[in-house]
């Protein structure tokens, strides 16, 4: 089976902390994927990396940044926390097109992060 | 306009109800389109998939998708209290793209 692990399933910081969300998975998956879900936002696209060291910016990527040094492991990244970044993360991957061409997306358990 | 609208509900139905779920989107590019189902605390997984137009259907559930009206469609047959989760319907333009979600359904099955 996929595991796709998100290290911390709760968090709670203070505004203008560092926050690193790390997200590991076991399946060889080229392509992996940061979202963040909200009430009534529903699920929203940060970042994607398609490779070790490539990037993508997503729908909303103001705020975060990235770190795929290694295949299996993406990092989101809270440079300066603040409350508005209280939310559901979510971390996924898909093997590349090549492979499996349904796109279908394995998550993880989520991180839920608040900001006093 | 959005991408891809989605009812929110909450939607409650008794046991054994047939339950629609749907999605519109307005781009007609889309070829993939998934269905994940989200139970409290938990990440999605998926839960039927179909490529273009068309129907599947897996056990109880069906999978319905009508690109002339850029509308897709998920039944659930004799509906359970485990059916109890939001559903959030996804598409893309092909495997590599990242996918495009609605902002899901919250269903509660009552026994």
């Known amino acids: 089976d996929v595991k796709v692990t998100q290290s911390s399933r709760y968090l709670v910081k203070r505004t203008g902390e560092k926050v690193f969300l790390e997200c590991v998975q076991d399946m060889d998956h080229e392509n992996m994927f940061w979202y963040r879900q909200d009430p009534g936002l529903g699920l929203r696209l940060i970042y994607f990396s398609y490779d070790v060291k490539m990037k993508e910016k997503g729908d909303i990527p103001e705020g975060y940044s990235v770190s795929r040094e290694k295949k299996e492991r993406f990092s989101l990244i809270l440079e300066s926390a603040s409350t508005n970044q209280t939310s559901m993360y979510l971390c996924?991957?898909?093997?590349?097109?090549?492979?499996?061409?349904?796109?279908?997306?394995?998550f993880g358990e989520g991180s839920r992060l608040t900001v006093l | 306009q959005k991408e891809v609208e989605q009812d929110p509900g909450p939607l409650s139905v008794p046991e054994g109800a047939i339950v629609s779920l749907n999605c519109t989107y307005s781009?007609?590019?889309?070829?993939?389109f998934m269905w994940y189902r989200q139970y409290s605390r938990k990440g999605p997984e998926l839960l039927m998939y179909t490529y273009s137009s068309g129907n599947k259907e897996d056990g109880r559930f069906t999978a319905q998708v009508d690109k002339s009206s850029k509308y897709i469609s998920l039944f659930i047959r004799d509906s359970q209290p485990s059916d109890s989760a939001t559903y959030l319907c996804?598409?893309?333009?092909?495997?590599?793209?990242?996918?495009?979600f609605g902002k899901g359904t919250r269903l509660s099955v009552i026994a």
């Open positions: 781009n007609s590019a889309f070829q993939y």
């Open positions: 996804a598409m893309t333009f092909s495997g590599n793209t990242p996918l495009v």
């Open positions: 996924a991957s898909t093997p590349p097109s090549g492979r499996v061409d349904t796109g279908e997306l394995f």
